[in-house]
C-alpha cells in the first residue's frame, strides 16, 4: 500500500458553501517516478485535486473531504501541509506569490530551514539544486527581477531543496511564453527521468505537456476523475491538443500525441492536402491562407495609424522601441512576443491611457467615417489628417470610444457588487441606452445572472463582462492584452468565434499573445515584437511558420502548407470554406 | 584575509553602533559637534550600504531631520516662548489669559531664543538620522532572521506584512490605470470605493496564496511537546515578564525598596530569557547561512560604545563643553575629548568589510511589466 506515490480512495471533496461535491468517489494512484497530467474545464475541480494531494483541501480551504488520500503512505487525515513537506513539493501558477524571501539562494533554503536541516546540508543542497535548474549565475539577483520562466524554476527549486518525492504544479506554465515554458518543462521531465520524482502537473496547455506524460488523469464537470494511458485517454477527451483532434479527425490509431508521431502518420493526409492545393486555382482557393490575407490585400482604409511609438518606463527602460502600426478594419490583429517584449507596453499606448514618450498615434473617429464613407478609400490615411485625432489628448471616457482596452488583469475593472449593477454602470458612463451593456453580455456569455457577483465567475464569464463593459461605448478599434490567460480550450475557442464575430462586423480587434495554436485560429495578421522593435509582421500563415517556434501544431504536422488548423485541414479536404 | 573579504556585517552590530551614535549626540546642542556627528554618520552610510532598496532610504530620513529643524523653527516664531536680546523679527502678540503663560502666540522674535530652537531641532534631526543610517545598513529581514527560535513565526509574519506594502502600492497603481479605461478618473475620496475593493481582493487573494505556499513548505512545524513540558515553559515566561514589569516600576519609582527594583529587572530579564530558551528548542528550525558575530562585529559595536561613553562622561564633569552658549551669545567651543570621541564612531567606515555587490543585471531594454496571474 504504502508503495504508491500518490494514492486516493473513494475521495470526493465538497468545498465550504458549494451546493454537491466538486470531486465525487475518487480512486486515483500515481506510482513512483510518473508524471501524470491532470486535465479538465475550467472550474473542474483540478486545483482542488492537486489540493487534496498535499492535505491543503481540507486544512487549509475548509469543506469536508471523505475517504483517504495517502502520500508514501501518510493520511492527510492526520497530517497538516506543513507535516507533509518533506514528502511533497507544490508550486502555484504564479511563482511569484509564494517567494517569502527576496533572493534565489534564501528562497532556495526556506523549506530547508523550516524543516531544521543542519548548515551543511543546506548549503550542500543549494548548490546542487543551482546546478540542477541551470540557475547558479542567479544565486543572489533578487526574486523579483526574474523573468518568468526563471521565477517559476526558483519556485520548483525552493520545494525540491526539501527532497520531496512527489511534486505537484498547477499550471506551472501558464504565464510563460512559449520559451520560458519550454525551460520549466525541461527541467520537470529532466526531474522525472534522473530523479524519479514523482510529478503531477495541472494544465490547461495540452500539447506542451502531452507527450511526456504517462499517465493522463480527467476531472470531468461532475467530479468524476478517469486516468489511463495519454493515448487511451485522449481518445474521448473533451480537452484535446490540436495533434490529437487531427489524429481524431483523421482516425489515426494509435492516437499521435507528439508532433512526430502525428508526422509520421500523417504521410498520407499530406499527400491529399497538397491534391487539394493542385486542384484548385489560386483564385477559388478554399484554404485558410485567403481568408487571412484578406486584411491585406485590400486594406480598407486606416482606423488607427501609429508611427514611431515609443515607450519609456522609469529606470531608463525602453520598452517600445519606435514601432509603427496600421489597424484596419475587419481584421484580427495578433501581437506576440517574449515576456517583456514590450507588449502590453504598446497596447497601453495605442490605448493612449499608457505612457507615450515619442511618436504619434491618429485615430479615425466612427462620426468621420459615417459621415463620408467614401474618402477612406484603399491606401489613403483614412481621410485627410485634419479628420484623425490622437486619443491621448482626449478626456478618459472619449478615449475609450474610440480605442477599447482589456488589461491583463481583466477583473481590476470590475468594482461593484453585482453583473447587473456593473452593466449598468456600463450604460451610463458611456452614455448608452440602458440595457446595452447587458445584451452585449447575453450576446457573447448567455446564462449569467444579473445578481451574480463578479467574483464568482468563471475566468472566461469574467471577460466576458469586461468584454461587454468595454464594448458598450462602441470603439472601432478593440485591445485585447492576454486575454486567453487561465482560459480552457473551450472557452478559448468561444473567444476565438467571439472576436471573429466582432471583427465582421468592422472592427479592428489587437489581441497580444502567447499562444500560438490561439493566433491559428483567430487572427488574420501577426505582430512580433522583440526587444520593443517589430521583428515581423505579416499575414498569419506566413509569419508563424516561418519559425519552428511559433508555428501551431497542425502546421508542423501538415507543413508545408497554408493549413494551420484542424478546421483548416477539415475544410481543405471537405471543400468547405473555413 | 578573511576578515577583509566583502561580506555583510551582523545587523545587531549596526543598531548597536547607530544607538550609541543616537545617544552621544543626545547629550550636546553644541552645532559643531552635531553637524560632526552627522557627517560621521552620513559617511559610514556611504561607505558601507549595501545595494537594497533600504538602504536608499538614507536621504528620505535626512529630509524628515530637515523637516524637523523647519517645523521647530517655525513653531517658535508661531507660539514658542521668545527670549534674548538681538531683535530679528517684530511681531505683533496676541495676549492670552493667564493660564496659558506657557504659550506666547507671536511677539517679537530674537536671535538667542530662534537659535535655541534651531539647535534643538537639529539635535533631533541627527538623532533620526542615527536611526536612518541602522535603517540603512542593518537588513531589516536579516535582522529578524537573527531572532531566537521561539519567536521565528512572529520573525516571519512581519517579514511578509513588510513586503505586502510595495505589493499593495504595485495594485493600487494598477487599478488606478484599468479605472482610466472605463472613463473613470475621479480622484480624491469618492474614487475610494471603486479602487478599494479589487485592491483589496486582489491582496487578500495573495495573501492566501502566500500563507498555502508557507504552509505547505514547513513553516509553522514543531515537534511533538510533552504537557508538562509546555506548561513549564509558560510559567518560565510568564513570571519573567511578571518580575520585568516590576522591576522596570522599581527602578522608575524612587520610593519603592531597592530590592524591587534592578534585581528584580534582573531576575525578570533572565527569567523572560529562558522561557524564551525553552520555547525555542522545540522548534526544528534552522539557519541557511547565519550572520557570523567576528571582530567586525565586536568593533562596530565598541566604536559606538566609544562615541556614546566619551560624550556622556563630558556631559557629568564638564556640561558647558556641550551646549551652546546663547546668555551671551558667543562661538560654540571646541572641545578635543568630544570631537575626538565622535571621529571614532567613523572608524566602521574604514575597519569593516565592504557589503557585497551583486552583478548588475538590469536589461537595457524590454519592458518591466510584470507577470500578474490571477484566478
Given at each position: ?578 | 584575509m578573511r576578515s577583509t573579504l566583502p561580506r555583510a556585517v551582523h545587523p545587531a552590530a549596526w543598531w548597536g553602533w547607530a544607538?550609541g551614535m543616537?545617544?552621544a ?11 560632526l556627528a552627522?557627517c560621521v554618520v552620513a559617511l559610514v552610510v556611504a561607505a558601507r550600504r549595501g ?79 542615527c536611526?536612518?543610517a541602522a535603517?540603512a545598513l542593518a ?152 550572520d557570523p558575530w567576528r571582530g567586525a562585529e565586536w568593533l562596530t559595536v565598541g566604536c559606538g560604545v566609544v562615541a556614546a561613553a566619551t ?29 575626538v570621541g565622535l571621529l571614532v564612531g567613523a572608524l566602521p567606515a574604514y575597519l569593516t568589510p565592504a557589503p557585497p555587490r ?18
Amino acid at each position: 500500500m504504502a508503495d504508491h506515490a500518490v494514492s486516493l480512495e473513494r475521495v470526493s471533496v465538497t468545498l465550504p458553501g458549494a451546493d454537491g461535491p466538486v470531486l465525487r468517489e475518487v480512486d486515483l494512484t500515481v506510482e513512483e517516478g510518473e508524471l501524470a497530467l491532470v486535465v479538465g474545464r475550467t472550474g473542474s475541480g483540478k486545483s482542488t485535486l492537486l489540493g487534496a494531494m498535499c492535505a491543503r483541501v481540507p486544512h487549509f480551504t475548509g469543506g469536508v473531504l471523505t475517504g483517504h488520500v495517502l502520500l508514501h503512505g501518510r493520511d492527510t487525515r492526520d497530517h497538516r501541509p506543513r507535516d507533509l513537506a518533506d514528502v511533497v513539493g507544490v508550486v502555484g501558477q504564479d511563482p511569484a506569490a509564494g517567494f517569502v524571501t527576496d533572493t534565489v539562494e534564501e528562497e532556495l533554503a526556506y523549506g530547508m530551514e523550516q524543516l531544521g536541516l543542519p548548515g551543511t546540508t543546506m548549503r550542500k543542497r543549494v548548490e546542487e539544486t543551482l546546478d540542477l535548474l541551470g540557475i547558479a549565475e542567479l544565486r543572489d539577483a533578487p526574486l523579483r527581477d526574474l523573468s518568468g520562466g526563471q521565477q517559476q524554476r526558483v519556485a520548483i527549486g525552493s520545494v525540491l531543496t526539501a527532497h520531496p518525492r512527489v511534486l505537484l504544479l498547477d499550471e506551472p506554465t501558464s504565464a510563460l511564453d512559449p520559451t520560458g515554458a519550454e525551460e520549466v518543462l525541461a527541467t520537470i521531465t529532466r526531474l522525472v527521468h534522473d530523479l524519479a520524482v514523482t510529478v503531477v502537473v495541472a494544465e490547461h496547455r495540452v500539447e506542451r505537456v502531452l507527450h511526456y506524460a504517462d499517465r493522463v488523469v480527467h476531472v470531468a464537470r461532475d467530479g468524476s476523475v478517469r486516468s489511463g494511458t495519454p493515448a487511451g485517454l485522449m481518445v474521448e477527451s473533451d480537452i484535446t491538443s490540436p495533434v490529437v483532434e487531427l489524429g481524431r479527425y483523421a482516425g489515426w490509431s494509435p492516437l499521435p500525441l507528439s508532433v512526430r508521431d502525428a508526422r509520421r502518420a500523417a504521410r498520407d493526409l499530406r499527400a491529399d492536402l497538397v491534391g487539394t492545393l493542385e486542384r484548385s486555382s489560386p483564385a477559388d482557393r478554399p484554404a485558410a491562407g485567403q481568408r487571412r490575407r484578406r486584411g491585406h490585400v485590400a486594406p480598407q482604409g486606416r482606423l488607427l495609424s501609429a508611427r514611431g511609438v515609443v515607450v519609456r518606463h522609469p529606470g531608463d527602460v525602453v520598452a517600445v522601441a519606435g514601432v509603427d502600426l496600421d489597424l484596419f478594419p475587419s481584421e484580427v490583429t495578433a501581437v506576440m512576443g517574449r515576456n517583456g517584449s514590450g507588449k502590453s507596453s504598446l497596447l497601453w499606448a495605442l490605448q493612449g491611457s499608457g505612457t507615450l514618450s515619442g511618436g504619434t498615434v491618429q485615430v479615425v473617429p466612427p462620426a468621420t467615417r459615417a459621415s463620408t464613407p467614401g474618402t477612406a478609400g484603399s491606401g489613403g490615411a483614412g481621410g485627410t489628417a485634419s479628420d484623425t485625432v490622437e486619443p491621448r489628448v482626449l478626456a478618459a471616457g472619449e478615449r475609450r470610444a474610440l480605442v477599447g482596452l482589456v488589461p491583463q488583469s481583466a477583473a481590476d475593472l470590475l468594482y461593484l457588487d453585482t453583473v447587473g449593477a456593473e452593466c449598468h454602470q456600463a450604460d451610463s458612463e458611456s452614455g448608452r441606452l440602458p440595457g446595452t451593456c447587458a445584451d452585449l453580455l447575453g450576446e457573447m456569455a448567455p446564462g449569467i445572472v444579473a445578481d451574480q457577483h463578479p467574483r464568482d465567475l468563471s475566468e472566461g464569464q469574467k471577460l466576458a463582462l469586461v468584454l461587454a463593459v468595454q464594448l458598450t461605448a462602441d470603439p472601432p478599434v478593440l485591445l485585447l492584452d492576454e486575454p486567453t490567460r487561465g482560459l480552457d480550450p473551450t472557452a478559448k475557442a468561444a473567444l476565438s468565434r467571439l472576436l471573429r464575430g466582432l471583427a465582421a462586423r468592422g472592427r479592428s480587434i489587437v489581441v497580444s499573445t502567447h499562444d500560438v495554436e490561439f493566433v491559428a485560429q483567430c487572427s488574420d495578421r501577426v505582430v512580433v515584437l522583440a526587444a520593443g522593435e517589430v521583428v515581423a509582421d505579416g499575414p498569419t500563415a506566413d509569419v508563424i511558420t516561418s519559425s519552428p517556434a511559433f508555428a501551431p501544431q497542425v502546421s508542423k504536422v501538415t507543413g508545408p502548407g497554408p493549413w494551420l488548423t484542424v478546421a483548416d485541414v477539415r475544410a481543405a479536404l471537405e471543400g468547405v470554406p473555413a | 584575509m578573511r576578515s577583509t573579504l566583502p561580506r555583510a556585517v551582523h545587523p545587531a552590530a549596526w543598531w548597536g553602533w547607530a544607538i550609541g551614535m543616537a545617544v552621544a549626540v543626545s547629550t550636546t546642542t553644541n552645532p559643531v559637534l552635531l553637524l560632526l556627528a552627522l557627517c560621521v554618520v552620513a559617511l559610514v552610510v556611504a561607505a558601507r550600504r549595501g545595494t537594497s532598496p533600504w538602504a536608499r532610504a538614507f536621504r528620505l530620513y535626512l529630509w524628515l531631520g530637515l523637516a524637523i529643524v523647519v517645523a521647530r523653527v517655525v513653531l517658535h516664531v508661531l507660539v514658542g516662548l521668545k527670549f534674548g536680546e538681538i531683535v530679528v523679527l517684530r511681531l505683533p502678540e496676541v495676549t492670552l489669559p493667564s493660564w496659558a503663560a506657557g504659550i506666547q502666540v507671536g511677539g517679537t522674535v530674537y536671535l538667542e531664543g530662534l537659535l535655541a530652537a534651531a539647535l534643538a531641532g537639529l539635535r533631533l534631526a541627527v538623532m533620526i538620522a542615527c536611526i536612518g543610517a541602522a535603517n540603512a545598513l542593518a537588513n531589516p529581514k536579516r535582522l529578524l532572521r537573527a531572532l531566537p527560535g521561539a519567536l521565528h513565526e512572529i520573525g516571519s509574519a512581519v517579514v511578509v506584512s513588510v513586503s505586502v506594502a510595495p505589493q499593495l502600492a504595485e495594485s493600487v497603481q494598477r487599478v488606478l490605470r484599468a479605472r482610466q479605461l472605463r472613463g473613470d478618473t475621479t480622484r480624491g475620496l469618492r474614487a475610494v470605493p471603486t479602487v478599494a475593493l479589487p485592491v483589496l481582493e486582489d491582496t487578500l487573494e495573495r495573501s492566501l496564496l502566500l500563507a498555502a505556499a508557507m504552509d505547505s513548505r514547513g513553516y509553522g512545524r514543531t515537534d511533538h511537546v510533552p504537557g508538562g513540558h509546555r506548561l513549564v515553559t509558560g510559567a518560565v515566561t510568564l513570571g519573567g515578564l511578571l518580575a520585568s514589569a516590576v522591576g522596570i516600576y522599581g527602578v522608575l519609582d524612587a520610593t519603592t525598596p531597592a530590592a524591587m527594583g534592578t534585581p528584580t529587572l534582573l531576575a525578570g530579564l533572565a527569567l523572560s530569557g529562558l522561557g524564551l530558551w525553552l520555547g525555542g528548542r522545540h522548534v526544528p528550525r534552522t539557519t541557511y547561512r547565519p550572520d557570523p558575530w567576528r571582530g567586525a562585529e565586536w568593533l562596530t559595536v565598541g566604536c559606538g560604545v566609544v562615541a556614546a561613553a566619551t560624550l556622556v562622561t563630558v556631559s557629568r564633569t564638564t556640561p558647558e563643553l556641550l551646549v551652546m552658549p546663547l546668555t551671551p551669545l558667543a562661538v560654540p567651543p571646541l572641545p578635543m575629548a568630544p570631537v575626538v570621541g565622535l571621529l571614532v564612531g567613523a572608524l566602521p567606515a574604514y575597519l569593516t568589510p565592504a557589503p557585497p555587490r551583486p552583478a548588475a543585471r538590469a536589461a537595457h531594454r524590454g519592458a518591466r511589466d510584470r507577470v500578474v496571474v490571477r484566478g
